[in-house]
Nanobody
């Protein structure tokens, strides 16, 4: 089992910055890839950014150059934290942002864990 808790959302003016955090606990050694998703009212759930256990990253075209994903595997701790640094925010970035962790289950399977979501609102 993996538990994910997001923080850092809020209200910001266009052009501003926010940093989202996702604290993972539980069986963090089973976690492979992690990512940030978002869903705006009336829109599809979309992948914003992803990061592998090895640190490789990927981004949606709409956020490239503005958002940076990272993860902190602090050795010797029971926690793994993932971040999303968001800069030059635009009103269209307004959404509920969700943390995701894909974890190995047994030898062949995997399971997606989700956080509760954090609201990001960008005013024009």
């Amino acid at each position: 089992q993996v538990q994910l808790v997001e923080s850092g959302g809020g209200l910001v003016q266009a052009g501003g910055s926010l940093r989202l955090s996702c604290a993972a606990s539980g069986n963090i050694l089973s976690i492979n890839t992690m990512g940030w998703y978002r869903q705006a009212p009336g829109k599809e759930h979309e992948l914003v950014a992803g990061i592998t256990a090895g640190g490789s990253t990927s981004y949606a075209d709409s956020v490239k150059g503005r958002f940076t994903i990272s993860r902190d595997n602090a050795a010797g701790t029971m926690y793994l934290t993932m971040y999303l640094q968001m800069s030059n925010l635009k009103p269209e970035d307004t959404a509920v942002y969700y943390c995701n962790a894909n974890a190995y289950v047994g030898s062949h399977d995997s399971y997606d864990y989700w956080g509760q979501g954090t609201q990001v609102t960008v005013s024009s």
